[in-house]
């Protein structure tokens, strides 16, 4: 049995969740946003509050009865106060712009390399710093690991992008006898 799972999510005021078989439909001030319920995975919206329950007791459904209560409460949670991941440039003329919805970066690269957001991501640069943020907290997370994987941080000199507040383990240059 699952203890998160059996856990009800409590919907506050100013957010709607409609349930439409597969599909769990939430909407609030920031947005609206849709969860995947997967197969024999039962959800119900009763009474302020989201009740996710198994409609069979086979291993496959009983592994994602914890998993689809937490996507709704994941979802729930980024309509009201949305998510958000920062990024850090490091490097000596590294730069970054946003025009609308597509990221430049200079990273020293022969040219600049331009990244478009996908729908439902806002980015923002402000100094050296990237804020990657929606109501999605999966798509915004894997938008903050794609810019990363553009350069990450390399261990000699630390230079590229990483997440705020991340370390970077270096290591010694080469030496000479």
């Not at 059996?6 to 439909?25: C, D, F, S």
């Not at 995947?36 to 509050?49: F, N, Q, S, T, Y």
Request: glycine share 12%; with cysteine.
């Amino acid at each position: 049995m699952s203890r998160i799972g059996k856990q009800p999510v409590v919907i506050p005021a100013g957010v709607t969740v409609t349930v439409q078989g597969a599909q769990v439909l939430v909407k609030g001030k920031k947005g609206e946003g849709r969860v995947l319920i997967p197969p024999r995975i039962g959800v119900e919206a009763k009474d302020g509050k989201v009740l996710v329950n198994v409609q069979d007791d086979s291993p496959a459904a009983l592994n994602c009865w914890g998993l689809a209560r937490t996507l709704v409460a994941n979802m729930i949670e980024g309509v009201i106060n949305g998510y958000s991941r920062e990024l850090e440039l490091q490097g000596v003329g590294f730069r970054a712009a946003v025009q609308g919805s597509k990221l430049t970066l200079t990273l020293g690269y022969s040219s600049p390399v331009e990244f478009q957001a996908p729908a439902g991501i806002a980015l923002q640069v402000k100094d050296a710093f990237i804020t990657v943020s929606g109501i999605d907290k999966q798509l915004v997370g894997d938008t903050a690991a794609h810019i990363r994987s553009i350069y990450p941080p390399e261990p000699y000199k630390g230079k590229g992008i990483r997440y705020k507040g991340e370390a970077v383990r270096r290591k010694a240059g080469k030496t000479v006898a």
